[in-house]
């Protein structure tokens, strides 16, 4: 037994023999104290470590260890034992499920009548188990701090004990099963925090002991009290829900290599988040996997009873929201993050900070990423491995409501009845759920590649220099960063995404079967030559099966289908276009500099003069700016390379024939037009629309007067439907509480928020100018696809 935060030793590691043995004996009843005194008895000790001394028994308590064991004299092997109940086996797995609940027990934890008639008739269903042992002078050297101290000394050898017993019952009964014990005792004993807290007490002026009540109570608020035997039922209560809406598509090959890992370094999950069930879809592909279970950080929100108390009791960590200046707060938040990561306890958190209410990966949230970076900094944790995770939906029943929110309606409240309705509302069919894992990011490494110095802070009393903060906010920032970037690189293209990108892209028409399959083969060819990665696309290759797929989106209300004429037509449902742009936007990412190239090669055909490569180049870094909140891009040089890629795909002779600074010749756009399909309409149109209606009611709005952000979004939602009417909008996808918001970041960007100079008003009005221009040359770049023609 050892404290697990230092190399494990054993029995013979040793510079000498013990002459004697402590069995810390952690038993809850008569039963278990009366198998463990047999075991010991017939010589267990012996047996298994070879070692024929005597041993005295010892309750694993933290009052009989103060009294007699810390102040002996010798150095006796410390074992701690406990007996571990098993769940009868079924198909070879021992897990508990409802129908173990007829005995009203936990069957790892039978009441002390059933332990007896098991011990009787299932003596398989028992066992005696020991923790790694270790000497006491080891115990005394693992806990230098305390040593001299009888009780906290004795606290601290209780949790060593416990722990190596967890350990060793995982051995027994499955990784998944790793759970924490003791934390918040373990945490409120630690002199480094203890003096964290004196620390905050005298900068904010409190008495000291306040704040550790304060703390105690943030820590016991904050703390998972995860059990096995909820996880088990949870786990097997909510695997129906999802599992009748979704078949999981999962790669087991990725999660070996985490495991391997895993044994050396704690993992973070960073999963994308599209659904409420993200978490219930990842944890049942880990459980399958025989993974520990993952400590999920969720919002208050989410605490409501029933699913709170069951959540808290699967491994959910509830967070407030917003911390304000509650130094006590964030101080127990760090601490609980490093002590977490310490002891290599698998978290798991969604960055954006909310689902995506359009599909694509949201601007990522900081704040928790701080946290394990403070943690890295304050050499609490050598590394911590960050997993990059896509979720990916091939349909969602909870779209409506999504979009119900985006055209400006209010989110309703988490509660009971939202859940019953939201359990009711997956029974439908939905397709797959595609579960990706990225390449695994080492935390230290990459902050350290982005300029973080990892200086540990010495806390509000004395705070680190403005410009070693700046540098770390940038280093965390550009590990968010490299986890998008991550979570993009493995999200498949479903059949929805590529059936939805075909019938966004026509205006107010309906196509045939035949006229959507001539839209989606070349673009599938092209996914095909760029190696992207794709769930199920071979559907779409044969008409029945991109009927289906059509047939399938009109039972979601998505895809409507007129069957009255020669021959059956489809479009996008009346009203249902953010729905399906939800679906698009899971993997527009992939061909976003493909559209800035059609843009940009259309704007260097237009210039009459000057150096039309220039002109391309400019226009195309000056679209990457534009959408830079929209999507992850790369540093400059490298997103030169993927255009430049990109243009080789349309063109392969592209570098010959501009070796000499040739001009860019009408030619090209055929060779764009003859790949048969155009991006720039399908993918950067709403985003650009959205663009304009914020643009022209900032032009409208007082230079002089600030900007009141959630009043101008409902403005924007209000003229937006105006402007949709009056067709200046192409599709009611723009109108987008989102889309604005992500919009007015832009504009403050370009410091066009602010009161500021007296050309404000100019500026903004040059920017709206500049978004219009733009519009019409994505009109003119939607000219040259195929399926658009028969519009001219």
């Known amino acids: 037994m050892i404290d697990h935060r230092a190399e494990v030793p054993t029995a013979t590691t040793s510079n000498s023999t013990p002459r004697a043995a402590v069995a810390l004996v952690d038993a809850a009843s008569a039963v278990e104290r009366e198998l463990i005194g047999g075991w010991l008895a017939e010589g267990g000790i012996a047996a298994e470590y070879g070692l024929d001394i005597p041993v005295v028994q010892l309750d694993l308590d933290a009052a009989a260890v103060a009294q007699r064991l810390v102040g002996r004299r010798d150095d006796p092997l410390v074992v701690p034992v406990r007996v571990v109940w098993l769940p009868p086996e079924r198909d070879g797995v021992r897990r508990t499920t409802f129908a173990d609940l007829v005995t009203f027990g936990d069957p790892r934890k039978p009441h002390r009548i059933l332990q007896r008639r098991l011990v009787a008739k299932s003596p398989d269903r028992h066992l005696v188990l020991t923790g790694q042992p270790a000497r006491l002078s080891e115990l005394r050297a693992n806990n230098a701090t305390v040593a001299s101290s009888a009780e906290p000394f004795a606290r601290a050898v209780v949790r060593a004990g416990i722990v190596a017993l967890e350990r060793a019952e995982r051995s027994v009964i499955g990784d998944r099963y790793k759970v924490p014990r003791l934390v918040a005792e373990e945490i409120l004993d630690s002199p480094e925090f203890l003096r964290r807290l004196d620390g905050i007490a005298a900068h904010i002026g409190c008495e000291p002991g306040e704040v550790y009540r304060r703390a105690e109570k ?216 595609y579960v990706r894992f990225g390449e695994p990011l080492s935390a230290r490494q990459r902050l350290a590649a982005h300029g973080d110095p990892l200086r540990p802070d010495h806390g509000p009393a004395q705070p680190l220099p403005e410009e070693v903060r700046e540098q770390e906010r940038k280093a965390v920032q550009r590990l968010a960063f490299e986890v998008a970037v991550g979570i993009n690189r493995v999200t498949p293209i479903t059949v929805n995404a590529l059936v939805t990108l075909a019938l966004l892209g026509v205006h107010e028409r309906a196509l045939t079967l035949g006229e959507v399959r001539a839209v989606v083969l070349p673009v599938l060819g092209y996914i095909e030559r760029r190696g992207l990665p794709g769930g199920e696309l071979a559907t779409l290759r044969d008409d029945q099966g991109l009927a289906v797929v059509l047939d399938q989106l009109s039972v979601a209300k998505v895809v409507t289908v007129y069957r009255g004429g020669l021959e059956p037509v489809y479009s996008i449902e009346a009203g249902a276009h953010l729905e399906a742009a939800f679906y698009r936007n899971s993997a527009v990412h992939w061909f976003v500099n493909r559209a800035i190239l059609e843009l940009a090669v259309l704007t260097s055909v237009e210039a009459q003069e000057g150096d039309q490569l220039r002109v391309g180049w400019d226009t195309a870094y000056r679209l990457r700016d534009l959408l830079k909140f929209e999507f992850f891009f790369p540093e400059r040089a490298e997103f030169g390379e993927q255009l430049s890629a990109e243009m080789l795909l349309v063109d392969p002779d592209w570098h010959r024939r501009t070796a000499d600074g040739g001009t860019v010749g009408s030619d090209i756009l055929a060779k764009l037009a003859d790949t048969g399909f155009i991006m720039a309409h399908r993918v950067l149109r709403s985003f650009f629309d959205a663009q304009l209606v914020v643009a022209e009611r900032l032009a409208a709005h007082d230079p002089t007067t600030p900007v009141d952000r959630k009043r101008f979004i409902e403005d924007c939602l209000a003229v937006g439907r105006q402007m949709l009417l009056q067709q200046r909008l192409h599709s009611p996808e723009s109108v987008s509480s989102e889309l604005f918001a992500t919009a007015l970041k832009l504009a403050d960007n370009h410091g066009l928020l602010h009161p500021d100079g007296d050309d404000l008003t100019a500026r903004r009005r040059a920017f709206a100018d500049e978004l219009r221009t733009l519009g019409q040359r994505i009109s003119r770049a939607a000219t040259l696809d195929p399926s658009n023609r028969v519009e001219l």
């Not at 994308?272 to 219930?280: E, G, I, K, L, T």
């Not at 002590?339 to 359009?358: D, H, I, Q």
């Open 218 to 433: 943030a820590l016991r608020e904050l703390v998972a009290a995860q059990s096995r035997l909820v996880s088990d039922l949870f786990t097997q209560a909510m695997r129906p829900v999802h599992a009748s809406a979704w078949k999981v598509d999962f790669e087991p090959s990725g999660l070996a290599g985490l495991r391997r890992l895993n044994r050396r370094h704690p993992l973070v999950f960073l999963p994308s988040h599209r659904s409420y069930v993200d978490a219930f879809v990842l944890g049942d592909v880990l459980a399958r996997t025989d993974f520990p279970p993952n400590h999920v950080i969720g919002g208050a929100n989410l605490s409501f009873w029933p699913m709170g108390p069951i959540a808290r009791r699967t491994g959910t960590v509830f967070i407030r929201r917003s911390f304000g200046d509650d130094e006590v707060y964030k101080a127990v938040v760090e601490e609980y993050f490093a002590y977490l990561l310490a002891k290599r306890f698998n978290m798991e958190w969604y960055f954006e900070g909310g689902r995506t209410r359009t599909g694509k990966l949201r601007p990522p949230r900081y704040g928790l990423l701080n946290y394990l970076a403070a943690a890295i900094r304050a050499r609490r944790v050598d590394d911590v491995l960050l997993v990059p995770v896509s979720i990916t939906y091939e349909r969602l029943n909870e779209l409506g409501a999504i979009a119900t929110e985006q055209a400006g309606g209010v989110k309703k409240a988490e509660g009971l009845t939202w859940l019953a309705r939201y359990i009711r509302n997956q029974q439908h069919s939905a397709g797959h759920v």
